[in-house]
């Protein structure tokens, strides 16, 4: 079970050249992150609810288990108490932070450089 929950994580990490300036961490339904990332491509920038609300609306994560952060705010609306490796490890490109080994088998980079 583990590994079938596993699988469905996704993890968009984006990027200002080498800075990491947001992710977005979806606890379920990471097949759709191709929905998402083609939307911050072209809508960027983006302010933290309006990353939240479209990857709810194109149904990447649910409202309990997706995570959108910044370097200073994070935006959850579960239930359950976020572990210290979001915070520790935001700044490390393609680590998803929902699971011990740092693996989402859905994950891109999409670099925002203006």
């Keep these: 079970m583990q590994k079938e929950a596993i699988m469905t994580q996704g993890l968009i990490t984006m990027v200002n050249g080498d ?22 491509r072209k ?7 309006e990353v939240y609300a479209l990857a709810i609306l194109k149904e990447f994560g649910t409202e309990d288990s997706l995570v959108v ?13 976020l572990s ?22 859905h994950a891109e980079i999409v670099d925002v450089s203006i």
């Design 19 to 40: 800075v990491v300036v947001m992710n977005v961490i979806a606890g379920s339904n990471g097949q759709n992150i191709r929905k998402v990332t083609q939307e911050l």
């Design 43 to 49: 809508q960027w920038p983006m302010t933290i609810d």
């Design 69 to 81: 952060m910044t370097a200073d705010s994070i935006l959850f609306e579960g239930d359950e108490e």
């Design 84 to 105: 210290l490796s979001y915070a520790t490890s935001f700044n490390q490109k393609n680590h998803n932070p929902r699971w011990e080994h740092g693996t989402a088998d």
